[in-house]
C-alpha cells in the first residue's frame, strides 16, 4: 500500500481540486448536460429527456433571442467606447495634476466600489419620472416643463441603463490608463517637443501608442463584465418597458426561473459565453499588437 501514496504537492493541492471541482467543473458540466435536455424546473424527470440540438436550434431562430443579443452588442460596444474616452481625459487630467493627486486617485475610484445592484437603486431614483433627481433639475432649470419617463420609454429607459454602466466603470479605465501614463518615460515627449510635434501629434504618435496595451487590458476586463451585465438592468427596468431593455442574460434569467424552461436557458447561457470568448480574444490580439508595437519602438 505504500506504493499507491500519493506524492505530497498532490495532497496539498487536493483539497484545492475538490473544492475547484465542486464549485466550477461540476456545475459547469451539468449546465452543459441539462443544454441538451428538455430540462424544466416544474418537471424535474425532464431533466434525464435529451433532445440533442433542439435547444440550440431554438436559438437560431429566436427573434427574441437574436434581439437581445444585438442590444448586448450595442450595450458593449457604446459602454467601452465611452468609457474609454471618459477614462483618458480622467487619467490625463490627473496625471498633470501638481497638488492633491493621491486623492483625485481615491475619489476616482469611488464609483468602483458600489455594488452593481446600489447603481442600480441609485439611477432607478436618478431616473425616477415623478421624485428622479434629474427631471427636478431639468425642470428646476426651465429645460423641461413635464417629467421626462425616462424608464418607461424604452429607448430613454436603454440609455439610462448605459449611463449608469458609463458612471460605475468608467474609473476603470482611468486608473489603468493612468498607470500606463505614469509609468512612461518623459524622454520621448520632451524629444517630440524638441522636434516641434504639436501637443496633439505627441499624444497621437508617442503617448497613445504608449498606453494602448493598458487601454485593451481595461477593454478586455470590462468586455466580460458588460456581455454578462445583469444586476443594473434588472433592478432598473428589470428588462422592460416591453422587453425593450433585455439583454441577454436578463433573458436568460426569465427563460430560467421565469418559464421554468431550464434546459433552453443553459443553452442561451452558453451562446452568451461565445460573446464574452469573441471580444476578449479579439481585445487580447490588440494587447499582443500594441505590445508588439512597443516593443519596435521603444
Not at 48 to 63: A, E, M, P, S
Not at 81 to 103: C, F, H, I, P, T
Not at 150 to 162: K, S
Request: charged share 15%; proline share 5%.
Amino acid at each position: 500500500m505504500k506504493g499507491w501514496r500519493l506524492p505530497a504537492p498532490v495532497l496539498l493541492l487536493l483539497p484545492a481540486f475538490i473544492i475547484l471541482a465542486a464549485v466550477v467543473i461540476i456545475p459547469l458540466l451539468l449546465s452543459l448536460y441539462s443544454s441538451f435536455t428538455a430540462f424544466r424546473l416544474t418537471q424535474p424527470a425532464s431533466l434525464y429527456t435529451l433532445v440533442g440540438f433542439r435547444n440550440y436550434q431554438r436559438i437560431l431562430t429566436d427573434w427574441e433571442f437574436w434581439t437581445a443579443f444585438g442590444r448586448t452588442v450595442l450595450l458593449l460596444t457604446v459602454a467601452l467606447n465611452v468609457e474609454m474616452l471618459l477614462g483618458l481625459g480622467l487619467a490625463m487630467l490627473v496625471e498633470k495634476a501638481s497638488r492633491g493627486q493621491r486623492v483625485l486617485r481615491t475619489i476616482m475610484m469611488f464609483p468602483m466600489m458600489f455594488s452593481p445592484i446600489l447603481v442600480g437603486f441609485q439611477f432607478k431614483f436618478m431616473f425616477n419620472d415623478n421624485i428622479g433627481l434629474i427631471n427636478n433639475a431639468l425642470q428646476s432649470l426651465g429645460l423641461t416643463n413635464q417629467a421626462i419617463p425616462w424608464l418607461i420609454d424604452g429607448q430613454l429607459a436603454f440609455w439610462a441603463i448605459i449611463t449608469a454602466e458609463i458612471w460605475s466603470s468608467t474609473s476603470v479605465f482611468a486608473i489603468l490608463i493612468l498607470a500606463g501614463l505614469l509609468a512612461m518615460p518623459k524622454e520621448p515627449i520632451e524629444a517630440a517637443r524638441v522636434d516641434g510635434c504639436t501637443p496633439f501629434q505627441t499624444f497621437r504618435y508617442v503617448t497613445w501608442p504608449f498606453i494602448m496595451p493598458f487601454a485593451y487590458i481595461a477593454m478586455t476586463i470590462r468586455s466580460l463584465d458588460v456581455a454578462r451585465a445583469y444586476d443594473i438592468v434588472k433592478i432598473m427596468t428589470d428588462g422592460g418597458p416591453a422587453k425593450r431593455t433585455e439583454l441577454l442574460w436578463t433573458l436568460v434569467s426569465r427563460t430560467a426561473y421565469s418559464d421554468a424552461r431550464m434546459g433552453l436557458a443553459n443553452a442561451m447561457a452558453y451562446f452568451a459565453i461565445l460573446l464574452s470568448i469573441l471580444f476578449t480574444v479579439y481585445f487580447y490580439k490588440k494587447l499582443a499588437a500594441a505590445r508588439t508595437q512597443i516593443a519596435a519602438e521603444w
